[in-house]
């Protein structure tokens, strides 16, 4: 990637020269990579994505400009209008995924708690407003008073084995569950013309740009070299997990899938619901992930970049405090992601690190980093203002909180079903199909 394994970097500084913390004049070996950094980065991305090369960039760019942040990496490169620009962006990205998650956890766990037997649906105490408020009160915002990240390795942790179980379940009802919905007549047409918007949301999914000198600055000895092994290694626990869930989700609903894939299930599932608590749990743990960003940010706007207890304490209650408030108004989480991914997530992504190391690197026009900078940057314009106008025009239906047409016929477990109650239910799912398109 441009550098030699051997040469460590110096964890860079503000006031460093340009090139003064490039390289350091000794050489040493390099230790394992932390695992609470490692389980960070896993934690992030699966919030649930991909990260890609630009995350590379980004930290080379920081060592190129002996910066620290991506906020001082901006500045020093573009100046205050960049600086401005890039805050406003790197919070909003994290602030709207703390709204989004918000609304995955009480939309999720509502319904783990309506499987309780004896318990009225329409109880206000397992409610969505309630459940969001009550882990906001008990779980994130208590995890998000921590000032080091680092403290939530063994969290992130906790976060990607649960994962690793909510896996499991989506492809046992792959198997299980998939044979018995009704395939849509285009389940097999590889891209529609609003496929613009899919890029804006897997986007979503794959940054983990905001947080990366947060994790970056967490490991021991910090250099370009052991950050690009990290990365790899997350990718690679990352891309299985991403294409796994994305491959039995839409195999098992097809056209009908929704942009929160446990909305697809039947609400009289027990095996769902289990992996539905998972779930609700592991976004609450992700959560902290996000508010620390947002609070970094507003520390270096407005504070200097460094925070009293007092005002660290402040800041985070009012941020959790509004986010809160936002996500028990807005309950249909595709567009939060749509615009979210098109708006915020893509020119983090795509645009802002290549343009960063496009300025700042003396390498040749012909090295494979700058010619990938080059392909991004247009990449993320492109998919940036399409994906906006197409969101906007185009809005995805939303069916949250709405039971799906295959799980009305009987109310019973698609797990236990008979050949005649398959075949009954599958009838009853044609004849409804036109119903929902």
């Given at each position: ?200 949301v897997m986007s979503f999914a794959f940054i983990c740009h905001h947080n990366c000198f947060l994790v ?222």
């Amino acid at each position: 990637m441009g550098y030699q394994e051997e040469e460590p970097v110096i964890p860079p500084q503000r006031d460093l020269d340009d090139r003064e913390t490039l390289v350091s004049e000794h050489e040493y070996k390099e230790k394992t990579c932390q695992s609470a950094a490692l389980f960070n980065v896993v934690n992030s991305i699966i919030g649930s994505g991909i990260i890609d090369f630009s995350l590379v960039l980004l930290i080379k760019g920081g060592a190129l400009s002996g910066t620290d942040t991506y906020q001082s990496l901006v500045n020093k490169t573009f100046g205050f209008p960049g600086y401005l620009l890039l805050s406003v962006l790197q919070f909003l990205y994290p602030f709207i995924a703390m709204i989004s998650y918000n609304i995955i956890a009480g939309d999720t766990l509502s319904k783990v708690f309506q499987r309780i037997p004896g318990v009225d649906p329409e109880n206000l105490f397992i409610g969505r407003h309630f459940i969001i408020g009550l882990s906001t009160v008990t779980f994130t915002l208590p995890l998000s008073l921590y000032r080091d990240i680092a403290k939530l390795g063994k969290i992130s942790l906790i976060s990607t084995g649960l994962t690793t179980l909510i896996l499991g379940i989506v492809m046992a009802r792959a198997v299980s569950l998939g044979p018995h919905i009704p395939k849509t007549e285009d389940a097999w047409v590889f891209a529609k013309p609003n496929a613009i918007q899919a890029v804006g949301v897997m986007s979503f999914a794959f940054i983990c740009h905001h947080n990366c000198f947060l994790v970056y600055s967490s490991l021991e000895e910090p250099t370009v070299a052991k950050w690009s092994r990290l990365i790899r290694m997350s990718i690679v626990i990352s891309v299985l997990i991403c294409i796994v869930f994305a491959t039995c989700g839409y195999l098992t609903f097809t056209g009908f899938t929704q942009g929160d894939l446990f909305e697809n299930y039947c609400r009289n599932d027990d095996l769902v619901t289990f992996g539905r608590f998972c779930y609700g749990v592991t976004v609450i743990l992700t959560y902290p992930m996000e508010c620390f960003v947002t609070r970094e940010v507003i520390a270096n706007v407005f504070f200097g970049g460094n925070l009293s207890l007092v005002f660290h304490i402040v800041v985070t209650v009012m941020v959790i405090t509004v986010a809160t408030l936002v996500s028990l108004l807005i309950d249909c989480l595709g567009i939060v992601l749509e615009l979210n991914g098109v708006l915020c997530a893509t020119p983090l992504i795509f645009i802002i690190p290549s343009a960063c190391y496009l300025k700042l690197s003396e390498e040749p026009k012909t090295h494979s980093d700058k010619i990938m900078s080059c392909v991004m940057l247009p990449i993320g314009a492109v998919v940036m203002v399409f994906g906006f106008v197409m969101a906007v025009t185009n809005p995805q239906d939303c069916t949250h909180g709405q039971e799906m047409f295959y799980c009305f016929p009987d109310n019973f477990s698609h797990t236990n079903t008979s050949d005649s109650h398959v075949q009954q239910t599958t009838q009853l799912s044609i004849l409804n199909i036109s119903i929902f398109q």
